[in-house]
């Protein structure tokens, strides 16, 4: 009877030690798994901030009033306040901050609403 008590102890004690370095095993590999995610996520994480921060310093650079202007002059258009009817027709005249117009003919001008980002619209 005695030698039956320790061999089923001795089983019991043997499956104890495997579940618990399986469990072992399995909770660090798990563990070791999740750094390695967090340090990609993190790496991830930082390379979309650096785009974010080259596009954010890029439209700033394009949304301002002098590289609107320069837009605006290549496209041949003409500041509307600017238009007194006594400008010449295919003259360039300064550029104003938002609304542009571009002298087609004396008695017909065609307004061009320039926003940042937005193609100009025909009004």
């Known amino acids: 009877m005695l ?3 320790f061999t089923h ?4 004690v043997s499956v104890m030690v495997v579940t618990f370095g ?12 999740a750094r390695h ?3 990609k996520a993190n790496q991830r994480s ?3 901030r650096a785009d974010v921060a080259r596009i954010r310093k890029r439209v700033e650079r394009l949304s301002t009033m002098r590289s609107v202007d320069e837009w605006s002059l290549v496209r041949g258009m003409v500041a509307s306040y600017k238009l007194s009817g006594l400008e010449k027709v295919g003259e360039v ?9 571009k002298i087609v003919s004396k008695p017909k001008v065609e ?3 320039a926003r940042l980002g937005d ?5």
């Open 3 to 5: 030698d039956n008590v």
């Open 9 to 12: 102890l001795a089983l019991f």
């Open 22 to 33: 399986m469990s072992s095993l399995v909770g660090h590999s798990l563990k070791e798994n």
């Open 37 to 39: 995610n967090a340090l």
């Open 46 to 48: 930082n390379a979309a």
């Open 93 to 101: 005249v300064p550029q104003p901050k938002q609304i542009v117009a």
């Open 111 to 113: 307004l061009l609403v």
């Open 119 to 123: 193609e100009p619209a025909v009004r």
